[in-house]
């Protein structure tokens, strides 16, 4: 077998999309680099921008921290880690302590919030009345993550938050949008869509990369894997588009990168007629689309189920 096609040295991964075959060095770098031309290509983030960056303290969000304080050089951003503790037992405890841990180690500031100190019960306490309620666990947990991540950017005073979805990720939520019949949503997928109900702009540096290659990225970079997987990520739709996606990539090596560009075009012709008129939500003020935002309704179903410990 020959070497690296960059370098020569000992092949680690070969990309079977596409051939490529790369050592340690040159994969690395290549990750390095594709995020580079995705915040070039859509103008993600500004120089010398203040970051905030999604650190859930999986191997994505710490492989994009340590990536985005390594491209720090040439656009002189300052960086703010953003951590949300959702309240998942036995789950959450070891993710926040690797973020802690990286955090330390580049000198970036890092931000802790938490559904008890935001919405007043922890994400296992929402969940609490399963049997009784026809919403998703993570239909539950996004509403309230992405509210606090808002809150968490804003304590921040960040100008744009970025936060490690995926190539996988995107093309998953592209579909379930599909299958769920939200054509509205599908136009918020463009990768520069903002309008006034996003109180901070988010953009998605490894929308074009594989899942599978950053979690190569994280290995060969000693960034430490989550021993726990969240209790609730099998629960609804997505895990099985993951599964669906994952065999289509098997069996034709780089369907999931046709399928991001035919969804990127889609995208572009459905995000000019997204724009959402929000107003303030009559109960937290918050923008919605309506009189009470998302997040007031579910925390009054979880209000109403839920019996807290005395």
Known sequence: ?????RCGANIVYTRRYSGESLCSSCFRNSLVEKTRKTISKYHMIDYGERVG????????????????????????????????????????DEAIAHAKKLTEELHVQHIIVSYKELFGFSLDQALDWKDERDISSCG?????RRRAIDEAAIKADVGVVATAHNLDDYVQTFLMNLLHGDVERIGWLDP???DDSFPI??????????????????????IPFQSVSCPYMHEGLRSEVRDYLNEMETNHPGMKNVLLRSSLQVVSK???EAGRQSIPCTVCGNPSSSGVCSVCRMKDLVNAHVKYPK
């Open 140 to 144: 539950f947990c996004g509403v309230f």
């Open 201 to 222: 702009r988010r953009v998605k540096p490894f929308m074009e990369i594989y899942e599978e290659e950053l979690a190569l990225f994280a290995f060969l970079s000693g």
């Open 1 to 5: 077998m020959s070497g690296c096609v």
């Open 53 to 92: 960056v999604a650190v859930s303290g999986g191997k994505d969000s710490l492989s994009l921290l340590k990536i985005l304080q390594g491209l720090n050089q040439f656009k002189k951003n300052e960086l703010v880690a953003i951590s949300i503790d959702e309240g998942v037992e036995g789950y959450r």
């Open 192 to 194: 520069t869509y903002s």
């Open 270 to 272: 459905l995000s000019s």
